[in-house]
């Protein structure tokens, strides 16, 4: 991703959390992580998120999704030191569309990128509101979308370590890279 492109998508995921009323530092707003997941397709398939704290026990995120914008489907797998991140979603701003793996749902009230449909399995429906929240089991394939308006979630977990997430997607590199 290009820097200019970096910015702007930062500056997009800065307006939601203002819409969410989440309060950021100057230096958290600056390091707002912006993942394409080195496809290139960032308005429809990427994440902005900030990382408040990450310790061997805990970790606490805010993500901001794109009008839209989908994460892509993966899964934390076990680790040397449990069975995986376990996380909970809390929805702050706008409609969470998530999906994990289960029982189908018969008319979703979404659908995977156009073109990736086969890279999304899991397709256990939880529509997530403001204030509402679910929690993701370690080692359970999951994905999820905003809806119109874009979304905030904060998201609570045991030790985050996204390096070791695993995607349905082959292509997917999990840390940026951004370019001049």
Same mark, same amino acid.
Request: negative net charge; glycine residues 4%; charged residues 35%.
């Given at each position: 991703?290009? =820097?200019?492109?970096y910015e702007r998508i930062r +500056?997009?995921?800065? %307006?939601?959390?203002?819409?969410?009323?989440?309060?950021l530092t100057d230096e958290e707003k600056e390091n /707002?992580? /912006?993942?394409?997941?080195?496809?290139e397709k960032i308005e429809n398939m990427g994440l902005q998120l900030v990382t408040y704290v990450n310790t061997d026990l805990v970790c606490? %995120? +805010?993500?901001?999704?794109?009008?839209?914008?989908?994460?892509?489907? &993966?899964? &934390?797998?076990? =680790?040397?030191?449990?069975?995986?991140k376990e996380e909970?979603? =809390?929805c702050r701003y706008g409609t969470v569309y998530l999906y994990v793996e289960g029982e189908p749902v $018969?008319?979703?009230?979404?659908?995977?990128? +156009?073109?990736?449909?086969?890279?999304?399995?899991?397709?256990? $429906?939880?529509i997530l509101n403001p204030?509402?929240?679910?929690?993701?089991?370690?080692?359970?394939?999951h994905w999820f979308k905003a809806g119109n308006e874009g979304a905030v979630v904060s998201e609570f977990s045991? #030790?985050?370590?996204?390096?070791? !997430?695993?995607?349905? !997607?082959? #292509?997917? %590199?999990r840390i940026p890279e951004i370019l001049l």
């Open positions: 991703m290009k =820097r200019d492109q +500056e997009e995921a800065l %307006k939601l959390f203002e819409k969410a009323n989440i309060i /707002v992580e /912006v993942a394409d997941f080195g496809l606490a %995120k +805010e993500l901001a999704l794109l009008p839209n914008q989908t994460c892509p489907e &993966h899964k &934390h797998p076990k =680790r040397d030191f449990d069975d995986g909970t979603f =809390r $018969e008319n979703p009230a979404t659908q995977p990128p +156009e073109g990736d449909e086969k890279y999304y399995t899991a397709l256990q $429906e939880i204030g509402e929240q679910y929690t993701i089991l370690p080692n359970t394939l045991t #030790r985050s370590t996204d390096e070791d !997430d695993i995607f349905t !997607d082959p #292509r997917i %590199k």
